[in-house]
């Protein structure tokens, strides 16, 4: 499955963006969809996930209650809703899929087959 993330861009603090990963695949509703960010110097680090179908979704502490991941199979994208945003969420977004994860392997990049591009986001303070 081909990949494509968009809606980064430069916001201030406090405001919002919302993130979006278009799939290629018709069988979309089959994949776990992840967000991972990386910011300059540091390691990629999870964000989301969303479980397969309409799925329970997974955050990390860092964003709970500030990030919401929904998914739409009809059109075969995952959005990321990211809200109350700081200056520490800077860092390119990317977002994941792949269909054979269990829960465990939710947060982890490497367990991952298809990717996007990274879409940058700016929190400005």
């Known amino acids: 499955v081909q990949l494509q993330a968009s809606g980064g861009g430069l916001v201030q603090a406090g405001g919002s963006l919302r993130l979006s990963c278009a799939a290629s695949?018709?069988?979309?509703?089959?994949?776990?969809v992840g967000w991972f960010r990386q910011a300059p110097g540091k390691e990629r680090e999870f964000v989301a996930a969303?479980?397969?179908?309409?799925?329970?979704?997974y955050y990390a502490d860092s964003v709970k209650g500030r990030f919401t991941m929904s998914r739409d199979n009809a059109k075969n994208t995952a959005y990321l809703q990211m809200n109350n945003l700081k200056p520490e969420d800077t860092a390119v977004y990317y977002c994941a899929a792949d269909r054979s994860l269990i829960l465990s392997e939710f947060g982890n990049d490497n367990a991952y087959d298809f990717w996007g591009q990274g879409t940058l986001v700016t929190v400005s303070s």
């Open positions: 969303i479980n397969r179908s309409v799925g329970s979704t």
């Open positions: 695949s018709r069988t979309f509703r089959s994949y776990v």
